[in-house]
């Protein structure tokens, strides 16, 4: 019987349960120092002048770093700027602008978290400020179209949208917005920085791990296999751990220039601007449709912001030209800057604010039809990649609307407005569709089969709090053709490279491979286990 989809204790549950699980901050290294990172007060403009007179009395204050004094990076990458997919724009003190409230302008590092907090307090920072552009309103006077939407143009066309809008009985042309929305998960982003040499350690709770090694490696100008990435927990990331932010740097920079470790956590304040946000969006939705409900045309424009050092789109469109068959239609992405943090992914980026505004319009076409709303989707079902003219690996959207449809009662519905009531409570009945791209890139993992029979895996992933842990022992299980109880599945850390001179367990315990790293020293680290 397979064992994987089973019912399953979590293989992590008891060490979470215990608080024996460590994340990225908890991880115990000799000679710790901490960091607290001091942010702007001002929207734009510069950095005028630092007086840190009164943060060095206080004791144990081992290093102010500032665009004054920072470890210079290598020229093609002091701007924080590395070419698309590799990273983000980032604000590592290498100048003296500020591009939005609350960037980075100051690292304090201590002996102590609370001689850094008081530290950073104590710092006198002046600023010349700048006009700054907060208005949404105010920033689509002037909008840019971005260089590609994830990997897919910017803007599309298929067929002839002024004939489908002639030719149609029923139009609905409406403009939807969002809000911006935070991340704000239980474990605020955190970092730990170790060198041992020309070598960096890095516990960063990230979505990431190996975008973080090859980050790091190419804003510091060092080779990725001297940097290790070990993140075994994340408390929680939806979309925000899934980019490497200034902090990640800024931590292995100061370690390096005071020579100890350094860890560096945000705290709630700095959740909002520098590891960014689903950005605003305005989103115009035109659908047309023939007299017996056939989308006839289609249209869909989306206006969001980005920051003043970086374009990131939310891809809302890429829905729109997918879900639903339509001959005729139109889509664009532009972008407005503002003097804000750069936004990022969130929940569904893009998947989510197009579908709001995409099946909204639906709801209101079906209306303006007189139809009901599961009808109108399923006579516009979409059997291929209407765009892309591709058919889909698998669908079963339509028995997810037929199943929906029995189990809700949903041929009992009165579609009338405030027609349907409990006692004194209206009731309200709709639906929608929503849907996410089945993304794939290369893997790897490495199993070993221990002299007891047992096997320990391993993979370069991490677990959102969803259950890798469990599940990928289940696949394991399965392939190997064992009991789940004799499989040990481990992540959190690259499989290869020199800097696979650490691994770190399920309680997060850190031992030493040597210098020569690599599978060696994991299968020795394995024989000490069984020993004990």
């Given at each position: ?46 950095v005028a002048g630092i007086d840190d007179s009164g943060a060095r009395q206080v004791p144990g204050v081992l290093l102010i770093m500032t665009h ?293 319009a639906m709801d209101e076409l079906a209306y303006a039809l007189d139809m009901d709303p599961l009808q109108l989707r399923l006579l516009n079902y979409a059997e291929q990649d209407p765009g892309k003219q591709l058919p889909w690996s698998s669908k079963s959207l339509r028995q997810c609307y ?131």
């Open positions: 019987m397979n064992i994987t989809g089973q019912p399953l204790d979590r293989t992590d549950g008891p060490k979470k349960v215990m608080g024996t699980a460590r994340y990225a901050a908890e991880h115990p290294l000799a000679n710790m120092t901490h960091a607290v990172m001091v942010t702007s007060t001002i929207a734009s403009g510069r004054e004094n920072a470890m210079r990076l290598p020229e093609e990458t002091r701007s924080g700027k590395l070419s698309p997919p590799i990273g983000r724009v980032l604000s590592l003190l290498q100048y003296d602008a500020v591009h939005y409230n609350n960037e980075p302008v100051a690292l304090v590092v201590a002996d102590t978290l609370e001689h850094a907090q008081d530290a950073a307090a104590r710092l006198r920072i002046t600023y010349e400020a700048a006009p700054a552009i907060l208005d949404f309103e105010q920033a689509k006077d002037t909008v840019h179209a971005p260089d590609k939407v994830l990997s897919e143009d910017t803007d599309t066309r298929r067929g002839d949208y002024q004939a489908g809008l002639l030719s149609a009985s029923a139009t609905v042309d409406a403009t939807y917005t969002t809000p911006i929305e935070n991340h704000n998960p239980l474990e605020p982003h955190a970092t730990i920085a170790c060198w041992e040499g020309d070598r960096l350690t890095l516990y960063d709770s990230t979505q990431y791990i190996m975008g973080v090694r090859n980050t790091v490696a190419a804003t510091l100008g060092i080779q990725p296999e001297n940097i290790c990435v070990l993140c075994p927990y994340v408390g929680g990331g939806f979309g925000c751990k899934g980019s490497v932010w200034s902090h990640v740097v800024l931590a292995a920079m100061a370690a390096r220039q005071v020579g100890r470790p350094v860890k560096l956590a945000l705290d709630r304040n700095q959740m909002f601007g520098p590891v960014g946000a689903r950005p605003v969006t305005e989103q115009r939705l035109v659908l047309a449709a023939l007299g017996d409900g056939r989308l006839s045309a289609s249209r869909h424009d989306v206006t969001a912001y980005t920051s003043v050092i970086e374009d990131w789109i939310e891809p809302c469109a890429l829905v729109t030209r997918m879900l639903y068959q339509c001959p005729n239609q139109e889509t664009s992405h532009r972008l407005a800057r503002m003097n804000l943090g750069t936004p990022t992914f969130m929940r569904a980026p893009g998947e989510a604010t197009g579908s709001f505004a995409l099946e909204s037929e199943t929906g449809a029995e189990r809700f009662g949903w041929s009992g519905r009165n579609p009338r407005p405030r027609s349907m009531r409990n006692g004194r409570t209206l009731v309200g009945w709709g639906m929608a569709t929503a849907t996410y791209p089945t993304n794939r890139s290369p893997a790897a993992a490495m199993a070993r089969i221990l002299p007891d029979g047992s096997a320990v895996v391993r993979s370069a992933t991490q677990d959102l709090g969803t259950g890798t842990y469990t599940v990928m022992t289940q696949v394991a299980a399965d392939a190997l053709g064992l009991p789940p109880d004799k499989v040990r599945f481990e992540l959190g850390q690259q499989l290869s490279g020199r800097a696979g001179f650490r691994r770190v367990d399920h309680g997060g315990q850190r031992r030493s491979r040597g210098a020569r790293g690599g599978h060696r020293g994991a299968a020795e680290a394995d024989r000490h286990r069984r020993r004990r």
